[in-house]
């Protein structure tokens, strides 16, 4: 059975309205009363109506999230499952939902963003894989969307950013390598439309400079699976093979490693291999997959407050994550002494 406000205030002795004014924390009853009203509905089950609630306040108590990604290969990708997860765990807090939209193209994207605000479905939403040049910021400013984005986009932005520097660990990756004696230290990388796409090649690149090593064995993939094997397998082929990769996610990493294997390459012995996300998997793969965690649980649930934050009437301000730091396993070790070429 449904309880209702008029079961609360006969349960607490007090009107509907004070009721009411205790549920939505607004002035009216004093705070003694207040924890009363608030201790029976409890006890009750009392669960506030949303539609009614939205209704009252032009809230539709809902938070977007477009994902450009082709469906069929989303599913593959573990960094968006634990992303949404951390989102979710904020928004059930505040009884929020979400509403989560899959473009498979450019286009679809733009009307995903258009569809949500010409329906009033969403509040707000939160922005991922910021690109160069992101065209997504003056859409959701002329569509007067507030949104959050992770990390700070290249361009002038209104929103606030969940930012996490990406960079450290992959510099602390090279010099990890490089100490075990590698100097032949390829990287594949994610798209370069994208801003952590970019940034970790140039943290690569840099790095490599800085240890005295020439950054040529650079490959641009998607970030997937079937990527991360093509990339591995053009590595392989080149006439100086690296003795150490570096890719930009677990998912090809775990690809890369596993086509090395099947080519009777033993990883670390011919090959040393590292990752980044720090996937679920990274710890059970064989061997276990030396990697940086970015820890998308985490970041979906700052980005999930602040948004919610901001739409409270918070000012908006930039967040700072930790800095992710190199996890040494198994799939790196020292460079062979003789390098096949």
């Known amino acids: ?61 809902a938070v977007g999230l477009v994902i450009a990604r082709d469906p069929r290969l989303l599913g ?36 995903g963003y258009r569809k949500l605000a010409a329906d009033g479905r969403v509040d707000g939403v939160i922005l991922t894989d910021m690109r160069v040049d992101d065209s997504r910021i003056a859409l959701l400013k002329g569509l007067k969307i507030p949104a959050v984005t992770l990390n700070r986009p290249e361009t002038s932005s209104p929103f606030p950013a969940v930012c996490m520097d990406d960079t450290e660990g992959i510099t602390t990756a090279v010099e990890h390598l490089v100490s075990l004696g590698h100097s032949r230290i390829a ?57 150490a990769i570096i890719y930009a996610n677990d998912l090809m990493a775990t690809a890369g490693q596993s086509y090395a294997q099947s080519l009777g390459m033993t990883v670390p012995g011919d090959l040393s291999i590292t990752g980044y996300d720090d996937t679920e998997l990274a710890s059970y793969l064989n061997p276990p997959l030396t990697t940086i965690p970015a820890d998308p649980l985490l970041w979906g649930r700052v ?30 070790g020292a460079a062979p002494s003789r390098p096949k070429n």
């Open 187 to 243: 990287h594949v990388a994610g798209p370069q439309s994208y801003i952590h796409g970019r940034s970790r090649r140039l943290a690569w690149q840099n790095a490599m400079s800085k240890a005295g090593l020439e950054a040529g064995s650079f490959i641009e993939s998607d970030f997937t699976a079937a990527g991360g094997l093509a990339a591995t397998a053009e590595l392989l082929r080149s006439a100086q093979r690296p003795t």
């Open 303 to 332: 980005a999930a407050q602040v948004l919610l934050s901001i739409l409270g009437g918070a000012p908006a301000e930039d967040v700072y994550l930790p800095s992710p730091k190199l996890v040494v396993r198994a799939s790196t």
């Open 76 to 111: 593959t990708d573990p960094f968006f499952p634990a992303f949404i997860a951390g989102i979710e765990t904020t928004l059930v807090e505040h009884e929020y939902a979400l509403v989560l939209t899959v473009a498979a193209s450019a286009e679809a994207e733009e009307l």
């Open 1 to 61: 059975m449904t309880v209702t406000i008029n079961d609360v205030a006969q349960a607490a002795g007090v009107s509907k309205g004070a009721v009411s004014y205790a549920l939505n924390g607004q002035p009216g009853v004093s705070d003694e009363t207040r924890e009363r009203i608030l201790k029976v509905a409890k006890d009750l089950g009392w669960k506030p109506n949303l539609r009614a609630k939205g209704l009252s306040s032009a809230k539709a108590f």
